[in-house]
Structures are given as structure tokens and as C-alpha cells.
């Protein structure tokens, strides 16, 4: 079992920056690739950004590339989301999840294991 827990959510102006954290525990997290999920009212769960387990390969939504940046720190035991020039559809509640390792970021939520019960985002125009 991996628990994770999200933080660093809350609100902002639009084209300002927020960085996510994800905290895990339970199993060795270096075993396992990382990714970043987000849910906006009404709207299904979408993929945003994964990590490989090693921090090697990463993948972005288009809607997000070169404005987000995943990152980990295995010996904090910690995956993160740098988010800058934020726009107010970026607006949503944003979930880490956590599936075994392999050599490719996942981007499909099927794929993933363990959630966190996610961080809310909003950004005002």
C-alpha cells in the first residue's frame, strides 16, 4: 500500500506560478513512476504530467508543456509540480497517483494504483 498526500494548492492570479508536493509513504518510493492528474468541475479526470521512477522520463498533457514541470526527490520520498504562467483553465483539483515503475511515464489513469485525495487549484483572471 502507498499512501500519498498532495499540498501547495490554492488560489492565484492568472500568469502567477504554484508549485505542488506529494508526499508518499508506505512502500519504497523509488519503485514506483509518479503522475499528476486534475479534475475540474463537471468535467472528467484528465492526465497532466508523469515521472519515471528514476526521474529519466517525464510526459506532459500538450495543454501544459513548457508551463508545468514534474519533478521527484526520491530521498524525500517526494514527487513535485512547478507550475508557472497559469491560466484559469488550469483551474481544477489536482491528484498525485503512484503505479509500479517501468521504463515509460504512464499517462492513463487505468494504469495507476494509489491516489491521494487531492489539492484544489484555482486561478482568477
Known amino acids: 500500500q502507498v499512501q500519498l498526500v498532495e499540498s501547495g494548492g ?15 509513504s508506505g512502500r519504497i518510493f523509488s519503485n514506483y513512476n509518479m503522475g ?3 479534475q475540474a468541475p ?21 495543454s501544459v508543456k513548457g ?22 483553465e488550469d483551474t481544477a483539483v489536482y491528484y498525485c497517483a503512484a503505479t509500479w515503475g517501468v521504463g515509460v511515464p504512464q499517462v492513463r489513469l487505468a494504469e495507476y ?7 484544489q487549484v484555482t486561478v482568477s483572471s
Not at 502567477?16 to 508518499?24: E, K, N, Q, T
Not at 508551463?67 to 508557472?84: C, G
Not at 494504483?113 to 489539492?119: A, E, S, V
Open 10 to 24: 490554492g488560489l492565484v492570479q492568472a500568469g502567477g506560478s504554484l508549485r505542488l508536493s506529494c508526499a508518499a
Open 113 to 119: 494504483n494509489y491516489w491521494g485525495q487531492g489539492t
Open 42 to 62: 463537471g468535467k472528467e479526470r484528465e492526465f497532466v504530467a508523469a515521472i519515471t521512477w528514476n526521474g529519466y522520463s517525464t510526459s506532459y498533457t500538450d
Open 36 to 38: 499528476w492528474f486534475r
Open 67 to 88: 508551463r508545468f514541470t514534474i519533478s521527484r526527490d526520491n530521498a524525500k520520498n517526494t514527487v513535485y509540480l512547478q507550475m508557472n504562467s497559469l491560466k484559469p
